[in-house]
Structure formats: structure tokens, C-alpha cells
């Protein structure tokens, strides 16, 4: 292919339409383009808001041992658990207040 001026294009292409470069998009069919990000969009949303199962075997199992020990050892055990969700509690807290002050 050259780039230089054919004087024989110039008879054949006289009787020819030239078309646009652009061609608008008809409203009666919609853009590839975006229905397809539309359903990307859609697909990510679903797979992020859908719940993902937890089987809590840990919990059946501490159950199970804590059911086998005597009642002043059961009761140190739900004291164990409140003190512990107090220091992680205070933790969170205090991590957070660290950040605010230092914005």
C-alpha cells in the first residue's frame, strides 16, 4: 500500500458514498460496552454481600469440656471470657483514640 495520490481512485470512488467515521449508537440496542460492566458491577456486588458459611467447631468442643468440669471451674471460665472481651474491647478503644488524635 503507498500513500501517495492514485489518480485512478479518484474515477472509481466518484460514484461511491463516503460514510461517516462516526455512527451513533442506535437506542434500541445498548452498548456492549456497558452491559458489560453493568454485569461485572453486579457480579462483584453478589459475590461481596453473599454470606460465607462459618461452622464453629470450637465452640461444640470447648462445650463439651467446659460441660465435663466442676461448676467453680465453669465459673472461672465465663469470668475468663467477660475479662477478656473488656481488654480486647479497651484495646480497640484506645487504638482508636490514638488515630483520632493524631488526624
Known amino acids: 500500500m503507498s ?4 489518480p ?5 470512488v466518484k460514484g461511491a458514498v463516503e460514510k461517516s467515521p462516526f455512527q451513533p449508537i442506535s437506542p434500541t440496542r445498548p452498548n456492549k460496552s456497558a452491559s458489560t460492566s453493568l454485569a461485572a458491577i453486579l457480579f462483584a456486588a453478589a459475590l461481596a ?7 464453629a467447631q470450637g465452640c461444640t468442643q470447648c ?6 468440669t466442676s461448676p467453680k471451674t465453669q465459673r472461672a471460665y465465663r469470668r475468663a471470657i467477660v475479662l477478656l472481651t473488656f481488654t480486647a ?10 488515630f483520632k488524635r493524631h488526624r
Not at 8 to 12: C, F
Not at 63 to 68: K, S
Open 8 to 12: 485512478d481512485r479518484a474515477q472509481r
Open 63 to 68: 462445650q463439651d469440656n467446659t460441660a465435663a
Open 49 to 55: 454481600l453473599s454470606p460465607i458459611p462459618a461452622h
Open 3 to 6: 500513500f501517495r495520490p492514485d
Open 89 to 98: 474491647g479497651g484495646l480497640f478503644v484506645a487504638t482508636l483514640a490514638l
